[in-house]
Every structure is written in C-alpha cells, then in structure tokens.
C-alpha cells in the first residue's frame, strides 16, 4: 500500500506552474539563436545576391499532460472440502504517462511586412547612438550611410558605383 502512496499523490498535483520558469527560458533562448541563425544565413545570401527569406514565429503554445492510472485487486478463498485453508492474492499495477507538446507556428515575411522589415531606412538617431557608444565611425559610416551632404558612399545595389573619394577622406575640402 505504501508503494502506491506516490502514484496518488502525483495524480492530484499539477506541472503546469513548474515548467514556466524552465520553460520560458529555454523557448527565449532558441528562439534567439534561431534568429541569429536566420539573419546570418540571409546577410550571406544577399552578399552573394540571393533573395533573403524570413519567418517569424508568430506564437509558441506549449501543452503538458501527466496521466496516472493505478488498480488494485485483493481476491481471497477458502477450501474447506480438502482441507482448512485459507487463499489470499492480491494485484497492484501502477502507469503513468508525461506528454509534452508543443506547437510552434511559423509565418513568412512576405509583402509590406516584408519590405518594412527589410527596406527601412536605418533612422539617423541609430547611427549617432553607435558612433557615441564607441564603435568607429570608419567602420559605421561607410555601412550605414548611402550618401552625406550630396557626397555618395559606395552602392552594390543596382547600377553599382564607386564611393566618392571624398567620402573616405572626411568630405568635401576647402581647395
């Protein structure tokens, strides 16, 4: 009887709460490295003139369930025609079931999601926010900046052209 004491108890507790604290981080997590994953592959597909595809995770619904079932059966006998003696057996089984089942849904950018996401222009408050955070601006202007005060930057896209020289050099000069 003891031994089905933590089968009955487990059949009336929940899991639910317990796995959030888990759980959630480990989604975060791989959702995360999953986006990283995913703007790598495209960064390189653009370089080598590929179209990038995205998908964004549109929800991520997670369900539990335990199911515990125990049976116990107790039979006893008596043969009193052959002699006295008195029969007892007893069976006990115990199962038990955890299913975890999530279902993540994927949806392609497509369309003006896409191209919102995509083809914004970088606003300049962003630019200026990793100059004053440190990063060099010989590194940050030249990716960030398609032109300044009518000196253009180098284009790969399209008709592709040459940065002017003066973009490199600081702008225009006094000669």
């Given at each position: 009887m003891s031994l089905l004491l933590p089968f009955w108890?487990?059949?009336?507790?929940s899991i639910g709460p317990g796995t959030v604290s888990r759980d959630r981080v480990d989604y975060?997590?791989?959702?995360?490295?999953?986006?990283?994953?995913e703007?790598?592959?495209?960064?390189?597909?653009?370089?080598?003139?590929?179209?990038p595809i995205f998908f964004?995770?549109?929800?991520?619904?997670?369900?539990?369930?335990f199911q515990s079932?125990?049976?116990a059966g107790l039979a006893a006998s008596s043969f009193t025609a052959i002699a006295d003696v008195?029969?007892?057996t007893g069976t006990a089984t115990a199962e038990g079931q955890y299913t975890d089942r999530p279902t993540i849904i994927y949806t392609p950018l497509t369309g003006v999601d896409f191209l919102q996401k995509l083809m914004r222009p970088i606003p300049p408050s962003a630019v200026l926010f990793l100059l004053q955070s440190g990063y060099d601006a010989?590194?940050?202007?030249?990716l960030t900046l398609e032109s300044i005060n009518g000196i253009n930057n180098q284009s790969r896209r399209g008709m592709r052209h040459l940065a002017?020289?003066?973009?490199?050099?600081?702008?225009?000069?006094d000669t």
């Open positions: 108890i487990a059949a009336c507790t975060v997590n791989a959702i995360g490295n999953s986006w990283e994953r703007t790598l592959l495209n960064i390189v597909k653009l370089r080598y003139g590929h179209a964004s995770i549109t929800q991520v619904v997670t369900g539990y369930q079932t125990v049976n008195f029969g007892l010989g590194i940050v202007l030249p002017d020289p003066r973009f490199r050099a600081g702008g225009p000069t």
